[in-house]
């Protein structure tokens, strides 16, 4: 196993670090096809960990199934950018730092998923923070300035209150590794819970909580829809990952306390993220909220990991609707970037009638949107309400309430995306789908997986994941 | 017991932190406001550290670690802070604001 995660170093990290390297100094226009190359022999060599696990390099990494998936399903998300990329970074002076970044930011995503140390957590959260910071503002233009400044800001705020964290959580176990902590002495538990509302903090930062998402709607509403669909699809698995990693050995020692958190933090960003969804005209911010609720319904998952009972049901759908939320916001956000190229504005006036000039694209948008919505058949429906919904049913059902109620909102917002694309008059002008659109593509690719998975894969994925 | 005074420390200044991050608009006063909360926690790393001599070097090391990634944090805002100031004229964070929400 030591020499799968060498061969990823080697292969994401060398690729990563000369392409630019060799690109701007010789001129020549290699970077995209060997960051693709790159990335698409990510997936067998991660595909190779799969059902295996154990301690590597002296106990700092652990691999185990959950983490091997996560950083599978990061994997093909990190692929799918790469192949939108090709067409819509083409013209860009910076595009050879775009592909650099994916792969050294996707490099840090494996090691927050496989971490088990503290020095390693440090060191893959800045590698993978740097990275995103200076994506948001590759395009170097107003829009993602104000984007990659607040980020950035907010960013170094959430690194440091991760420092803080891991020092009073380590203090109190008196070692560097992560592992499973049952009770503490009376006396340092409040130190320690003090130390996990830090590391929440920290983490919810990055996932969009709602007492510390104020970046969240001009990073994924302002930056471009491209670097978007990268940044909320693929780096955001590092908080969930330091979620499952970091703090879930500790739940036992504060489960009843952890509960309360997770749950009262569920509540607020789901109803923040959908009724603030519901007013927005323009969609890539209307996105961005629903990101916001997203991160609600992952942290009922996470106030289910509290009980014994309800923590396996929990992990699985934690890592099913990390599929769904991958699959979705992948392409939706590589969709809008298309519709954006072609000349629509992002606004759901602009998009009237899309579904009608490019249908194939506009249909895989509404399936995709569908199953974030969570409708029957597809993908979404399955994590979200048999899986993460009903992992809180026998511990706290008000909460599984609270987020079909929210599912219910939500529905107010998708619709009208929905009914935007297909059911308004389209604009004048002639626009078609051709064959060098490498974005519909990647909305097959992610809605077509989104229904096979959603209409019989589901079992076989959910027992791959125990 | 010793420690403790370093954590009283170490709140005061987490505390500091947090009130300039709050009420500054200026981006890089919010980076210095940061950096105070950075230091608070690496105070708090070493003081706490330094009870256990097991524990104590290692908790050393991950310090060192950490001060030399931040170093990377604090170039990138900066160039950022260079990028708006030379697009801008100015370094106001929410003078920014273009999108109404």
């Known amino acids: 196993m030591e020499m799968v995660i060498w061969s990823l170093m080697v292969l ?82 910076t595009s050879p730092s775009l592909y650099s970044l994916l792969l050294l930011a996707l490099l840090g995503v494996y090691f927050v998923l496989y971490v088990n140390d503290a020095s390693v957590l440090v060191a893959a959260w800045a590698l993978v923070a740097v990275a995103s910071y200076v994506l948001v503002g590759i395009r170097k233009d107003e829009d993602s300035l104000e984007a990659t400044a607040k980020y950035a800001l907010m960013g170094v705020a959430s690194s440091s209150l991760l420092i803080f964290g891991i020092a009073l959580v380590l203090g109190v176990i008196r070692t560097s590794t992560f592992q499973v902590l049952n009770s503490v002495p009376l006396g340092v538990r409040t130190t320690l ?22 970046w969240l709607p001009d990073v994924y509403g302002g930056a ?52 603030a969804a519901l007013v927005q005209r323009n969609v890539q911010r209307m996105m961005a909220y629903s990101s916001i609720a997203q991160a609600g319904y992952f942290l009922i998952a996470f106030a289910a990991l509290a009980y014994a009972d309800s923590r396996s049901v929990a992990l699985q759908g934690i890592g099913l609707h990390v599929t769904t939320y991958v699959l979705a916001k992948v392409g939706i956000f590589v969709g809008l970037a298309y519709f954006a190229r072609k000349g629509f504005d992002l606004t ?19 399936i995709l949107v569908l199953s974030l919505m969570g409708m029957p058949p597809l993908l979404g429906f399955w994590s979200k309400f048999m899986y993460i919904f009903y992992s809180v049913m026998n511990v706290a059902p008000w909460l599984a309430f609270l987020g079909i109620v929210n599912s219910g909102i939500s529905v107010g917002y998708y619709a009208q995306v929905i ?15 051709v064959e060098s659109d490498l974005e519909v593509y990647v909305l097959t690719v992610t809605a077509v997986l989104t229904v096979l998975l959603g209409l019989g894969l589901v079992d076989a994925l959910v027992a791959a994941l125990s | 017991m010793e420690a403790a005074w370093f954590l009283y420390v170490s709140a005061i200044l987490f505390a500091i932190g947090i009130y300039g991050l709050l009420t500054r608009r200026n981006m890089i006063r919010m980076l210095l406001s940061a950096e105070i909360i950075f230091n608070a926690a690496l105070l708090a790393f070493l003081s706490l550290a330094s009870l256990d001599a097991g524990y104590g070097p290692v908790g050393g090391a991950i310090v060192v670690i ?9 170039g990138v805002i900066v160039s950022i802070a260079i990028m708006m100031f030379r697009m801008r004229r100015a370094l106001d964070v929410y003078e920014l604001r273009k999108f109404k929400g």
């Open chain 1, 193 to 214: 819970l003090l130390g996990i509302l830090m590391l929440v903090a920290a983490f919810g930062f990055k996932l969009g909580v709602v007492p510390f998402h104020g």
């Open chain 1, 419 to 433: 009914r935007y694309l297909f059911f308004a008059d389209p604009p004048e002008r002639e626009v078609r789908e």
């Open chain 2, 66 to 74: 950490a001060i030399s990634l931040s170093a990377a944090e604090v």
């Open chain 1, 12 to 93: 994401l990290g060398g690729v990563g670090l000369v392409v630019p390297t060799l690109d701007y100094l010789k001129g020549t226009k290699v970077s995209p096809y060997l960051a693709l190359l790159a990335t698409a022999l990510a997936i067998p060599l991660v595909g190779s960990l799969i059902g295996r696990s154990g301690t590597l390099f002296d106990g700092t990494i652990r691999v185990s199934p959950l983490a091997t998936y996560l950083a599978l399903v990061a994997t093909v998300g990190a692929f799918l950018v790469t192949v939108a990329s090709m067409v819509q970074a083409r013209n860009w002076s």
């Open chain 1, 224 to 275: 471009h829809p491209l670097i978007v669909s990268f940044v909320a699809g693929v780096i955001k698995l590092i908080s969930i990952g330091a979620f499952l990693r970091v703090l879930q050995p500790l739940i036992p020692a504060v489960a009843d306390e952890w509960f309360i958190i997770m749950a009262f933090l569920s509540v607020i960003t789901m109803f923040y993220g959908n009724l």
């Open chain 1, 348 to 366: 759901l006036e602009g998009l009237s009638g899309v579904g009608r000039k490019l249908p194939l694209s506009g249909t895989f948008m509404a």
